[in-house]
Structure formats: structure tokens, C-alpha cells
């Protein structure tokens, strides 16, 4: 059941019914949407306060509420290893189930819990986004967190299909779509997006190997991270994994070998960039991180045996090229998150020109 949609011109909307959620007695709802499972009662929100119980019914109150759109390279989110030189239609919604202590978009993420009204803006119906993704080769839910907003970027999606179709594009034309992702999200988000292929690549956030880390600055659990990395990993969906190094916080040497040691350990080519942070929101008060450690942390990656690892927010030389692992040939150049330099001839069967090794990019 759905209430009265969002309407193009602007109002506000009302919310939608969830997806993903089980009926309890006493009219409670448990929400299965992230790994959190949180069992609402009736006139409660979850613990993201995007979900709320109405008599019995869950709804998500971020369903339409998008902000922040613009144009992106696919670089920026960072995807090096996915459509490069693409250029992707960009969006979230306000709400997050983490509330990390250094969150970049915090006023984005947790409006929903601090603010009275965050969702008192205007609604962009599916159909809307979709008619914008005409102008760009892809979709990227990011910004905030897309599980929180799973029922909107669903139907994006679906109407973004709707209208190629209706367009009579070619299907090797068809824009992408991408996550940007905690991967908090429940198998049964996981499953509802494979089994409608929703989703073509996810970009996650590794952003610790500890639990308490997890705990103290994101608020959240390691595990379940894992447990989806795995999943997509699995998956034929696109996988990279970003790990923002925070000054004592998760830069020890030894949790970094062992996060690099639980990636290869999946896959050594999987992309794995280090981000470096800069003093915000409420960690502030703590240095940005040098570059000597993101470069030590490349290092011992790479000593792991990844094959692909770069850092990013820095000013430093190179660290956001590919080269091919084996002979060393310069294969994708960047800088400032765009490519400069594609010396991949044969985009339906990447190899190396020098030496012939297949590389894992998807064109
Ligand atoms: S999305 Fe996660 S945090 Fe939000 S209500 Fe559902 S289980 Fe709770
Ligand atoms: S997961 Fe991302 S959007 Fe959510 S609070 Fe953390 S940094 Fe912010």
C-alpha cells in the first residue's frame, strides 16, 4: 500500500509504505532493511529516524526527498576501476544509520535525528530523476547513506529503465547505477537489489578494522560490513573499498595489514583506496593525516599482495594512476579525480599494451 506520491511540481509529498519490513504484534514493525533490525513501535521512528511506524504500517519518510543533485565524474565517488571518464548523476537524501563523529555531509546524514523539519523539502518524483540521468551515463545514490533510502533509489532505477526503453535506446547504452555505500544494509536489502539487478557497482566504506572503532566513531558494527563486502564481492556487482585514515584513531600499522590481509584475502585485485581526513564536524580537534602514513599504508597493502591500491585528498603525484602490477606500465592516469590518460586500447578486453595482463577495469 502506498500513500499519495510526491508530485513533480515541488510539494512536499507524503511518506511511502517500506519495502522490507515484518509485522509484529502489538502492532510494532521490525524493520529489515539494515543490520540493525530495529523493532519500532507504533508512532516510533528506527534508529535512523528515516522509518517510522504508523499504526502498525512502516514508512519511509525519505522516500522522494532528494538534494544535492549534480553532475559528478564517476572519479569523484572514487570508481577507478568502473566506467572511468564517465560521468554520473549525483543525489541523496537526508538520513543515515551511522552517525560517524567526522562525517563530511553531517548535516545531510543526521538531519533526521537533530533537526525538527529535515524532511520538510522539496520532493523529486522517480520519473524526475530519471528524465535528469538522460543527461549523464550513470546514477550514483550517495552523499548520505542509499540504504535509508532504498524504496526512492529503487524506483529511480526502474524508471530510469522505463524510460530508456521508452527512448529506444540500445541496451549497451543503458545508464549505470551505483552505490556509495556504509554496507550496513541487510541481506535482505542485498538480495531485493540483486535479485532486480538494480544495482551494477558499489563503492564501500571500510572504515576501520576494529570493532571498537566501529562502535566509537561510526556507531555502528564491523561485522555486518564484512558480511556485505563479502556478499557484493560474490556478487557481479563492481567492488571498491575506500578506508579513510584518521590520526590515532584507526592508522595503526597493524590494523591497516590486517584490514589490507582480509581484502586480498577476498580478491587482490580489488581497488582499495586510502582517503586521507581532514579535522571536521566533531573530530575536529585532531590532526589531518600526514602523507607519509597514507603512503606507508600503500605500502603495506601492497605488501598484502593487492594490486591495486591508491590514496586520496592529496596533492601527492600519481597515487590516483593504474599501472599494470606486473611490468609497471602507466595504464589510466588521473588527477584531480579525472582521467587524463587512457592507454587501454581494447575496452571490452582490458589488457596491458606493454605486457598483455588482463586488468580488472570495467569500461
Ligand atoms: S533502516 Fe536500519 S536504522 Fe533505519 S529503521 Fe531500518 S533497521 Fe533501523
Ligand atoms: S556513513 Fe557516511 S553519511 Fe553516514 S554518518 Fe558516516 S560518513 Fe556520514
Redesign the pocket.
Known amino acids: 500500500m502506498k500513500t499519495a506520491r510526491a508530485n513533480e511540481s515541488g510539494g512536499a509529498g507524503e511518506a511511502e509504505e517500506a519495502l522490507l ?1 515484518e509485522k509484529l504484534a502489538g502492532r510494532k514493525v521490525r ?8 523493532t ?1 513501535a507504533d508512532g516510533a ?7 517510522e511506524n504508523r499504526g502498525g504500517t512502516l514508512y519511509s519518510l525519505t522516500y522522494g526527498k532528494s538534494t544535492g543533485f549534480a553532475i559528478d565524474p564517476i572519479e569523484k565517488k572514487p570508481f577507478f576501476h568502473f566506467k572511468p571518464g564517465t560521468r554520473s548523476l549525483s543525489f541523496g537524501t537526508p538520513g543515515c ?1 551511522f552517525h560517524c563523529l567526522n562525517c563530511q555531509n553531517w548535516f545531510m546524514s543526521q538531519a533526521p535525528k537533530e533537526a525538527e523539519r529535515a524532511f520538510d523539502i522539496p520532493s523529486t518524483v522517480p520519473e524526475k530523476v530519471a528524465r535528469m540521468a538522460m543527461g549523464a551515463d550513470g546514477v550514483a545514490y550517495t552523499y548520505s547513506e542509499p ?2 533510502f532504498f524504496e526512492y533509489a529503487r524506483d529511480c532505477v526502474l524508471e530510469t529503465r522505463k524510460l530508456e526503453e521508452k527512448e529506444g535506446a540500445p541496451k549497451k547504452d543503458a545508464r549505470y547505477h551505483v552505490f556509495v555505500t556504509n554496507g ?1 544494509f ?1 541481506k535482505e536489502c542485498f538480495d531485493a537489489v540483486e535479485k532486480e539487478h538494480l544495482i551494477d557497482a558499489m563503492r564501500m566504506d571500510l572504515k576501520g578494522f576494529n570493532e571498537k572503532f566501529y562502535q566509537k566513531t561510526c556507531g555502528a558494527s564491523l561485522e555486518p560490513v564484512l558480511e556485505s563486502i563479502k556478499r557484493v564481492h560474490k556478487s557481479k556487482m563492481h567492488l571498491e573499498i575506500i578506508s579513510l585514515i584518521i590520526p590515532t584513531l584507526n592508522d595503526q600499522k597493524e590494523e591497516i595489514r590486517a584490514m589490507s590481509k582480509w581484502v586480498a584475502g577476498l580478491s587482490k585485485d580489488i581497488p582499495l583506496h586510502f582517503i586521507r581526513f581532514f579535522p571536521y564536524y566533531k573530530l575536529s580537534h585532531l590532526p589531518q593525516t600526514e602523507e607519509k602514513t597514507l603512503l606507508k599504508a600503500r605500502e603495506i597493502a601492497r605488501e598484502e599482495g593487492l594490486k591495486y591500491v591508491y590514496i586520496g585528498n592529496t596533492l601527492l603525484e600519481g597515487v590516483e594512476d593504474t599501472r599494470c602490477p606486473k611490468c609497471g606500465e602507466l595504464l589510466v592516469a588521473r588527477s584531480a579525480l579525472q582521467v587524463t590518460l587512457n592507454k587501454i586500447e581494447d575496452e571490452k578486453n582490458p589488457r596491458c599494451p606493454a605486457c598483455g595482463t588482463k586488468i580488472p577495469i570495467v569500461f
Request: charged share 15%; hydrophobic share 25%.
Open positions: 519490513y524493520c529489515e532493511l539494515c543490520s540493525r533490525y530495529c519500532i521512528l528506527g534508529w535512523c529516524a528515516c522509518r544509520n540504504t535509508i550496513y541487510s
